[in-house]
């Protein structure tokens, strides 16, 4: 199986470099001269870094394939991978969202939908959940609330706090009771 690391921006300067947009937590280790990619579509690639820089906080790659401006245009907006058997499993802590989307979301016992994507944002991860009904429940992807991925029988316990399901449901606070108007 093949893991997204990258994509590629627009070209930098005229000796066929470009930006790329980082979608790995090591892009130390993955960028590396000599690391050799499988890219989408296929007619751009694969392509081999000859070069790796920070510029500010824009990585720019250069590829041993790429040698002007011109050429690093034509790969804008590719996407750049590597094999998943190339990878450490040293890591049990984590997981690529490739591993979670599809699996059953479980309160206890009870299917309350499946994992439909994976948000990385700088704090902590996000679980996309769509429930049966089709609404999308943000779950926060942290031991409290998700304390068992099993990925060999399918599914995440989640141990969500009162009002997680509810909060992006706009009928949630309706209850007709009238409690909270002003008389």
Not at 5 to 29: F, M, Y
Not at 109 to 129: R, S
Not at 153 to 172: K, R, S, Y
């Given at each position: ?13 005229i000796r066929g470099e ?144 009162a009002g997680l ?19």
């Amino acid at each position: 199986m093949q893991l997204q690391v990258a994509r590629i921006g627009k070209p930098h300067g005229i000796r066929g470099e470009v930006t790329v947009q980082v979608l790995t937590d090591a892009p130390s280790e993955r960028f590396v001269a000599g690391t050799e990619f499988v890219v989408e579509p296929a007619a751009a690639g694969p392509l081999t870094i000859r070069s790796a820089r920070w510029n500010k906080d824009i990585l720019l790659l250069g590829f041993e394939e790429i040698a002007d401006r011109n050429a690093a245009e034509a790969i804008r907006g590719a996407k750049l991978f590597i094999e998943t058997e190339e990878l450490d499993d040293e890591d049990d802590e984590g997981w690529y969202e490739h591993e979670l989307v599809g699996l059953e979301a479980r309160v206890g016992t009870q299917v309350v939908g499946k994992v439909a994507a994976l948000t990385t944002l700088p704090v902590q991860d996000l679980l996309t959940v769509k429930t049966e009904e089709g609404k999308e429940i943000l779950v926060p992807f942290v031991d409290e609330i998700v304390p068992e991925v099993n990925i060999e029988e399918g599914f995440i316990l989640i141990t969500p706090p009162a009002g997680l399901f509810e909060i992006n449901d706009d009928t949630a606070g309706e209850s007709g009771d009238g409690a909270g108007d002003d008389a």
